[in-house]
T-cell receptor, first 116, second 115 residues
């Protein structure tokens, strides 16, 4: 079985400040990892994903995340927050093989507010 | 850019009634999914569908639920007899293949309220 924990249901940052959204996972096998963003009244949009290869993954809108196997983490960062980054962010895992490998398992989400 | 669409955006129904939620996946995608999010809770997987068969389903997806691809474009989720606890946002998603590294593309959701 797999699970995802996102620390902080709400995070507020000032415009221009570092964004750090935390995600930890547990999984019976090494999973693939995803970050999705949801803007108001829109669907979930993929920001970035880790499957294989380089553990530092770059995504859209200046976001990046680093897969740390030893810490079972996949934290999302952006050096400088923009007002348009205000949204809800979801971390998700997917098993690479076997039963349950079709589904994404999501965290509860972190709502990011950006203060002008 | 191609996108997944869902109709209706909102639906209100009475307990015990049947509802059908509709989705149009991205046209060249072959795998389809339904997820739901009860207010304040996690997005949860319901079912995946490929080649007119369910490939995987969760414990939530009981006999009250069914999925269908009635034609070449639509993918539907039917709830036969709605319960209060079915009130949630329902998301449809699609992907080109079922591989675990494949991106699932999500629609905007249908908010279902059961009274």
């Amino acid at each position: 079985a797999q699970s995802v924990t996102q620390l902080g249901s709400h995070v507020s940052v000032s415009e221009g400040a570092l964004v750090l959204l935390r995600c930890n996972y547990s999984s019976s096998v090494p999973p693939y990892l995803f970050w999705y963003v949801q803007y108001p009244n829109q669907g979930l949009q993929l920001l970035l994903k880790y499957t294989t290869g380089a553990t530092l993954v770059k995504g859209i809108n200046g976001f990046e995340a680093e897969f740390k196997k030893s810490e079972t983490s996949f934290h999302l960062t952006k050096p400088s927050a923009h007002m348009s980054d205000a949204a809800e962010y979801f971390c998700a895992v997917r098993l690479t093989t076997g039963a349950g490998s079709y589904q994404l398992t999501f965290g509860k989400g972190t709502k990011l507010s950006v203060i002008p | 850019e191609p996108e997944v669409t869902q109709t209706p955006s909102h639906q209100v129904t009475q307990m015990g009634q049947e509802v059908i939620l509709r989705c149009v996946p991205i046209s060249n995608h072959l795998y389809f999914y339904w997820y739901r999010q009860i207010l304040g809770q996690k997005v949860e997987f319901l079912v995946s569908f490929y080649n007119n068969e369910i490939s995987e389903k969760s414990e939530i997806f009981d006999d009250q639920f069914s999925v269908e691809r009635p034609d070449g474009s639509n993918f539907t989720l039917k709830i036969r007899s709605t319960k209060l606890e079915d009130s949630a946002m329902y998301f449809c998603a699609s992907s080109t293949s079922g591989g675990a590294s494949e991106t699932q593309y999500f629609g905007p959701g249908t908010r279902l309220l059961v009274l």
